[in-house]
């Protein structure tokens, strides 16, 4: 019996020395890594150039993240023109363009959310999409934005349209002529 006792004390003396020496050591996120744990460079994408960052795969391409939360946000009013600021359009209303012209739109909105995506989305005749475009707005009441796009190598002819969504919800198609 005795000899338990003396069993069960060394190994109290012993844990309690060792419970000692862990809280010296300084915690493994604060030791530097080792240098073969260094990450290696993603690996380059045989199609660089195209879509997403360039000379990386497509799956690490960054995503877009779209607030979907339904609003009363409406568009009050879409206008185009063939030239704009960054605040209002400066050309000639139309919704007729050369092939050399830039579309420039100003989309009008108003309702009570203080947050949400406005977004658009640029459609060939053939209904391609050309691009797409998002913009957070951070304020209720009105709110005027411009998106545009133009094209150096110019617009072919044909009847093109613009789909505007508010938070992912398509509310308005916009059609616009190249001639």
């Known amino acids: 019996m005795r ?4 069993c069960l004390a060394s190994s109290l003396v012993l844990l309690t020395a060792c419970q000692g020496k862990q809280e010296q050591t300084p ?3 604060a030791q530097p ?3 073969a744990a260094v990450a290696a460079a993603p ?3 045989a199609d660089a150039g195209k879509p997403g960052i360039p000379g990386m795969l497509p799956d690490m391409a960054p995503k877009s993240v779209l607030e979907t939360t339904p609003v009363d946000t409406q568009f009050a009013d879409v206008k185009l023109s063939d030239n704009a600021d960054d605040k209002k359009l ?3 209303m139309t919704s007729q ?3 050399s012209d830039g579309v ?3 989309i009008h909105t108003d309702g009570t959310a203080p947050k949400y995506t406005l977004s658009s989305k640029w459609l060939t005749p053939t209904g391609e999409t050309l691009t797409e475009y998002s913009q957070q707005i951070n304020s209720a009441g009105n709110n005027d934005t411009i998106f545009s796009l133009s094209k150096p190598d110019g617009w072919a002819k044909g009847e ?3 789909e505007l969504s508010i938070n992912g919800k398509l509310l308005k198609t916009v059609p616009f002529t190249v001639r």
């Open 160 to 162: 093109y349209k613009v």
């Open 104 to 106: 420039f739109m100003s």
């Open 27 to 29: 915690p493994a996120a």
């Open 3 to 6: 000899a338990v006792a003396l």
């Open 43 to 45: 690996p380059l994408a």
């Open 97 to 99: 363009f050369k092939p």
């Open 33 to 35: 890594a080792p240098a």
């Open 90 to 92: 400066t050309g000639m």
